[in-house]
């Protein structure tokens, strides 16, 4: 390896804001943070949203993390457009029929 290119890989203490989750790793991220961790020591404090914790594949519950607005920036958008966001699929057609589907035969 090249001398004094490479960031330096130090340990570090992810924090899950939604689930209170820390575990302590090595990294090279940039942090302004500190924590002092169960040993005694400071180690720099990376916060992130989502972690397995808190993440509905792994834990099997649907949590709704709303950064921003996200979601509700998502319905606006595709309300216009005709979508039916909470289904997934295109409203029907103002006759009251919905389009047919095209089929192999």
Do not use: C
């Amino acid at each position: 390896m090249k001398p004094d290119i490479h960031p330096e890989y130090r340990p570090v203490v992810f924090q899950d804001t939604s689930s209170d989750l820390a575990f302590l790793t090595r990294s090279t991220i940039n942090t302004r943070d500190t924590i002092e961790w169960e040993d005694g020591e400071t180690y720099p404090l990376a916060k992130v949203e989502i972690s397995s914790e808190s993440h509905p594949f792994y834990t099997g519950k649907q949590i709704l993390v709303d950064s921003g607005g996200r979601v509700e920036r998502f319905r606006r958008r595709y309300a216009k457009k005709g979508m039916d966001v909470a289904a997934g699929s295109k409203k029907a057609d103002a006759s009251g029929g919905a389009e047919a589907a095209p089929t192999d035969s």
